[in-house]
């Protein structure tokens, strides 16, 4: 993808409420699970936690396709290619609040609260898009 696509491809992420994300099993089989993303200068990102299969599937395969989807993971645009990497939880600072700005509800407060309740380990993950 050529730098001027990849940054459109970046603009239409972040005025994107939901993506979804397709990761990889290991015999290939393509896995789709919607996550909110927002984007900071030309890389997106978005949050888990540690439990979920996706982390699994991530640390195995970080090869990953990125669409703009409806809020249950309905694909409504193109998909692209990337790359995802964990967050250390110094780059992860200004990411949760960024998700927190874009998503005040959701990641400002239920997903936090959610992620104590049941004792998970939030996680944040880069996305950099293929060129």
Do not use: C, W
Not at 85 to 108: D, N
């Amino acid at each position: 993808m050529e730098t001027a696509n990849i940054r459109e491809t970046l603009d239409a992420l972040a005025r994107q409420r939901t993506v979804l994300l397709t990761t990889y099993r290991k015999d290939g089989t393509p896995v789709g699970t919607p996550v909110n993303v927002v984007v900071r200068g030309d890389r997106a990102y978005f949050r888990t936690y540690d439990k979920a299969y996706k982390v699994k599937r991530m640390a195995r395969n970080p090869e990953v396709e990125v669409a703009p989807s409806t809020y249950r993971g309905k694909v409504t645009g193109p998909a692209v290619h990337g790359r995802v990497r964990p967050l250390t939880e110094e780059e992860a600072k200004p990411i949760r609040r960024l998700l927190a700005r874009k998503h005040r509800f959701q990641q400002g407060f239920a997903v936090p609260l959610f992620h104590k309740m049941k004792r998970y380990k939030t996680l944040h993950y880069e996305l950099t898009l293929d060129a």
